[in-house]
């Protein structure tokens, strides 16, 4: 960690140039049986597909606001990434009906028409299978991305004092976003390069994010975020820590 990672996106960058191979995410979905490990450099590619998908498809830039209609998984994490690649700010949970852009999930479709502008569905199914049939007035995110570019520049520059972030009506900073991810790592027991957080908490609070992304990224660690957790026995989990290597959760 070092003063200039000043934004999420400088914290993916300092990352991959560390180690790309180590695993950044691990996701689980204990409703479907989805297991889904990615690398630093696996999980930087996603972000910058979805970055080149969000400005050069969506034109979406600095300051436009994206509303993030989905649970906590591995590929909203790549969205928040992109958002904060972009300087899009990411509203979670946001009204649709005042953002520039929407991404939902199957559940929230009918509220998501009430964007105005470019509308994302996200099918949530295991490898980030497409929808069988793609919804009215969206854009089947994996039909989109898989063609886009594996760099991403932005066109514009990130600010660091502009707003990023919006979750559970507060408002972030993308500098405050990594200053509170920074603040949070030693009380979530993320001690560096090596932790490993098990996160079961929803992605709609601060709390949630912070322990299934932006910790485990200013620290240096990983993250094992799990969907659904409650389906899943204590003898089972008991044996998830074991074989993640998990050093810390949060439920």
């Not at 958002?83 to 009918?110: I, K, M, W, Y």
């Not at 559970?168 to 560096?192: F, K």
Request: net charge negative; hydrophobic share 45%; proline share 8%.
């Amino acid at each position: 960690m070092n003063a200039t990672e000043r934004t999420p996106a400088d914290l993916l960058r300092s990352a991959l140039a560390a180690d790309p191979g180590r695993p950044l995410v691990t996701f689980y979905d204990d409703a479907t049986g989805e297991r889904v490990e990615l690398s630093v450099a696996t999980f930087a590619n996603w972000v910058a597909k979805t970055a080149n998908l969000l400005q050069g498809d969506l034109a979406a830039g600095p300051g436009d606001r994206v509303a993030l209609l989905l649970p906590a998984h591995w590929q909203t994490a790549v969205w928040l990434m992109a958002c904060a690649s972009v300087g899009t700010v990411a509203d979670v949970c946001g009204n649709p009906a005042a953002a520039d852009v929407v991404v939902s999930g199957p559940d929230t479709l009918e509220a998501a028409r009430s964007c105005s502008g470019e509308r994302i569905a996200m099918a949530l199914r295991p490898l980030g299978g497409r929808f069988p049939q793609p919804p009215e007035g969206f854009a089947d995110y994996a039909v989109e991305v898989p063609g886009q570019g594996d760099l991403f520049a932005p066109f514009a520059p990130v600010e660091p004092e502009e707003p990023a972030l919006i979750v559970a009506g507060a408002e972030y900073t993308a500098a405050e976003v990594v200053e509170r991810a920074r603040r949070d790592a030693p009380g979530l027991d993320l001690t560096g390069p090596g932790s490993r957080l098990l996160s079961a908490l929803p992605y709609d609070t601060w709390e949630g994010l912070s322990a299934g992304l932006y910790a485990p990224l200013a620290a240096g660690g990983s993250v094992v975020l799990c969907r659904n957790l409650d389906r899943l026995g204590e003898e089972a989990l008991a044996k998830r820590i074991e074989s993640e290597r998990v050093t810390a959760t949060a439920r």
